[in-house]
């Protein structure tokens, strides 16, 4: 359980009482010193060992195993490690990273022009005849890109990118065709014209997907042996070599595989949506591409796989940022308020009440109070414990939440992890 909220009637009075223990004598004590101390461990513990907290008194924690205890993420995330930063991963399959040679969202106004590489190549692409970004049918974003299969293509040029020999690479891309036209269809290629060779990943009259490459023409060509792209919807496309090993997948189910694949190296322009083969725009995809990435010196995939649910993003770091819990109903007027955070300095060391700050709020996040921390110890796993004791709040109510916030962030400098935290009231 991500988080668990603890109505005790085991602590009441300032007596703690062992109706659910053995029959051992319990000696009456005041607890108000010890709630923090008892929250800590137990926050701890349930980080640690991925279970729900001990019985607490009023009081609620998260360990962040999912986000079903955040309310609102600004400028930072909740990550599978169980932890929240503002230092954001790139997501499944390596997002955009210096394997990208390009990127291309196809983002834009509606019969738009212009498409933005948003790799660190920045290839300036050029289009003609009639591509362009529409609006009306995209896969992730604001656009995509569409074309007419009629002298339609993005182009760029010659770049070492291009030039896979017999390395690792990958080329996926969200595809939407309206028609089959006789001939292929081609998504990406580097292929002049002429019988000059070069290489072309496309889509064919029978809905086969397929990969030619060569020095000479025609080239040696590599199909998928069933039909499995239809026009009317989004398709997730894929080729890769992994190796010795070539792949091609459709909605991540591997298609084609061959143990033995060379890409040559062709001195001529890069196309998208299209072939120079027959000249510019020749061979031409009708449809929507979207969210193309090229990558070089790594296989993305490696096997069957789940298309990725968003458009890929750029590992970052947020210098600032912050979150905020969800709203508990308390049983009475909650006008004194504590908290107990766990954190790593992942990189750098955090600051308390600066680089990491806390706040309480009784009444839903409308006020919030400052929660002072102190630091309270590191468990020998470098993880830090910060409490904030008897905080008393000017705008009492029945409904507690926190929020933290991170400042000075920066990647490899000041990195703060959030890993729990407990709020008491």
Known sequence: ???????????????????????????????????????????????????????????????????????TETNCDRTSGEYVSTDISAGPFGGIDTN??????????????????????????????????????????????????????????DSTDWDFDTGNFTIDAWIYPISLAVGQNDIVAQEPSGDAGGWEFVLRESGKISMAAGTSYPPTTYTSGSVVVSTGSWQH????RDGGTFKMYVDGVERHS????????????F???????????????DGYIDELRISKGIARFGGAFT????????????????????????????STMGIVIL????????????????????????????????????????INIAVANGVTISNTGTTPKYKIS????????????VHGVALLY
């Open 271 to 285: 196309t998208v949506g299209a072939s120079r083969h027959g000249g510019v725009g020749s061979y031409g995809f």
């Open 237 to 240: 496309i894929a080729a890769e």
């Open 100 to 157: 990208t040679v390009l990127m291309l969202h196809m983002d834009g106004a509606n019969d738009g022009t212009t498409f933005t590489d948003s790799s660190d190549s920045s290839h300036t692409m050029t289009a003609a005849g009639n591509a362009h970004t529409d609006t009306a049918i995209k896969k992730f974003g604001t656009a995509s890109y569409q074309g007419d299969g009629s002298g339609d293509e993005l182009s760029t040029p």
């Open 1 to 71: 359980m991500a988080r668990t909220t603890i109505r005790s009637e085991d602590i009441t009075d300032g007596q703690v009482k062992a109706a659910d223990l053995a029959s051992d004598a319990v000696t009456p004590f005041d607890d108000s010193g010890l709630r923090n101390d008892i929250s800590t461990l137990a926050l701890h513990s349930a980080v640690q060992n991925n279970q729900a907290a001990y019985n607490l008194s009023n009081a609620f924690i998260d360990q962040f195993e999912d986000d079903t205890g955040i309310d």
């Open 258 to 269: 061959v143990s033995s694949f060379t890409m040559p190296d062709i001195a001529d322009v």
């Open 406 to 417: 991170f400042a000075n962030q920066s990647a490899g400098v000041k990195v703060t992890q």
């Open 343 to 382: 954190y790593k300095n992942d990189s750098g060391t955090a600051t308390l009440d600066t680089d990491l700050i806390a706040q309480v709020s009784a009444n839903g996040g409308t006020n919030y109070t400052s929660a002072p921390l102190t630091a309270a110890g590191t468990f020998s796993t470098g």
């Open 307 to 334: 298309p990725p649910t968003a458009a890929y993003v750029a590992a970052s770091t947020s210098a600032t940022g912050n979150f905020t819990s969800t709203t508990e109903t308390a049983s009475s007027t909650v």
